[in-house]
């Protein structure tokens, strides 16, 4: 009798313990629910998220810090976010001594060169596993310019004078002044990524050139940033979402590839009409428009906006006179039809030259801009030449001397706008820098209406 009193203890009090643990685990679903309820967030879906960067089990993200257990896997949730129940170890305190919006181990955001991100996406004391994380520039990974020495995201964001990052603070202040879901609490740099979407571009080889078999979609517009992960998706990936869909009717032209005439931007491949590349004219002008002003604390002024669909790089119609001559893969007989995309001459993080301008354009070197002003020597040794380093990639003909001129419509001498004075320069020097006429939304020349744009 005292044994099957015993055992129905046991049994009852095996049914209580498992009772009250059904119960925690539904107060705890229950909490959870009311605070994705509360704050409007949506849960990631394991699909998307298991395709990201971050969320893949063979190359996603893996901290390796003290007191974390080495043999918790890749791509788990637990590597950037702690959790109430510690693992393998004890519970943490909250960073910084109160609770996290988002649950990180590390501060979402303090500065320019310190957040999260900068954990492990950088070469040197790197949390992910290895202690090194390589993240390469656009001209090394689309380019081919595979001694570009730019190799890591914290490094790119790091550059200070005379080359250029795109900073930090100033694309905050910009996100969170729009109706896109951003908050103060936001990382700047999910203004451009969706951590729990974006992919390696090329996939899982962060330290390799893109090729056709290789291709990820690292981008999502910031206009439609959404606090559902499910609804903010990838841009470049889908249906009209190419730069040859953003030329339409217009033309798309690949540039080479560094050192190559048969093989273009951005994967090595043959295509040259823009169906292989994100529309990074749209992506871009979420920010970068005439509606927006950005307040640039590098450069200490308001950017100057830019209306895509009316410059000569971009929808514009563009003039092809005595002055024009081009170089492949662009052809003289198709000027005006030409739609180039940022990228094309920018980098997206930051770089060695101002305006965050690529070390490689067209398949060549060198590209050295390191004055706004461009009165530096350029290519042929001449001083206020330097911004051919950059426009010389595509065009010829950059000089007075070389029958560089206005046309023949434009009134001579009103205002200083003959090709002597523009292009005699006041200091010795054959040339007028590029920039001083030539630059986005510009239509003037030495402040007289030139009658078209200039760039």
């Known amino acids: 009798m005292s044994r099957q009193y015993n055992k129905y203890n046991i049994v009852k009090n095996a049914c209580s313990f498992r009772n009250n643990c ?28 298991l395709n990201s960067a971050h969320g893949n089990s063979s190359y996603g993200v893996k901290r390796s810090a003290a007191g974390f257990p080495a043999d918790y896997t890749k791509g788990l949730c637990g590597h950037c976010h702690e959790q109430h129940a510690s693992v393998d170890g004890s519970e943490p305190e909250p960073i910084e001594g109160s609770p996290s919006s988002y649950g990180l181990f590390y501060s979402n955001y303090l500065n320019q060169t310190d957040n999260i991100c900068f954990q492990c996406h950088t070469d040197i004391s790197s949390y992910q596993t290895g202690g090194s994380l390589v993240n390469r520039s656009y001209s090394f990974r689309a380019g081919g310019w595979t001694v570009d020495p730019i190799n890591d995201v914290m490094e790119a964001f790091s550059i200070v004078s005379p080359g250029t990052s795109h900073n930090l603070d100033d694309i905050s202040t ?10 103060s609490d936001s990382n700047p740099c999910n203004a451009c990524h969706n951590p729990h979407a974006a992919q390696g571009d090329p996939v899982g080889s962060p330290n390799s050139v893109k090729s056709s078999g290789t291709r990820g979609w690292p981008v999502s517009r910031p206009s439609l940033h959404s606090k559902d992960n499910n609804a903010w998706g990838l841009w470049g990936d889908g249906s009209g979402e190419k730069m040859s869909d953003y030329a339409g009717l217009l033309k798309y032209q690949a540039p080479y590839r560094y050192n190559s005439t048969t093989t273009y931007e951005p994967d090595g491949s043959t295509t040259q009409d823009g169906t292989n590349l994100a529309d990074y004219v749209t992506f871009c002008t979420d920010c970068h428009n005439t509606t927006n002003t950005i307040y640039s604390t590098t450069l200490g002024r308001n950017l100057r906006t830019i209306n895509w669909v009316t410059a000569k790089h971009g929808k514009g119609a563009a ?12 052809q003289d007989a198709q000027l005006g039809n030409y739609v180039l995309a940022c990228t094309d001459c920018h980098e997206p993080h930051g770089s060695s030259n101002v305006f965050f301008i690529r070390g490689e354009v067209n398949g060549s070197v060198p590209v050295t801009v390191i004055t706004e002003a461009g009165t530096n020597n350029g290519p042929i040794g001449r001083c206020n030449s330097e911004w051919t380093y950059l426009c010389g990639k595509c065009h010829k003909r950059l000089g007075a001397s070389d029958g560089h001129a206005h046309p023949a419509y434009i009134p001579p001498d009103t205002g200083g706008c003959s090709d002597a004075a523009c292009h005699s320069g006041d200091d010795g020097c054959i040339y007028t820098s590029c920039g001083t006429c030539h630059y986005h939304e510009s239509d003037t020349v030495f402040g007289t209406p030139y009658g078209e744009k200039l760039f």
Do not use: F, H, R
């Open 174 to 183: 910009l996100v969170t002044s729009k109706s896109w879901n951003y908050t």
């Open 22 to 49: 059904l119960k925690v685990m539904l107060v705890t679903i229950v909490s959870v629910l009311v605070l994705y309820a509360a704050y409007n967030i949506e849960p990631v879906v394991a699909g998307t998220y």
């Open 319 to 330: 003039v092809l006179d005595s002055a024009s001559d081009i170089s492949p893969p662009y």
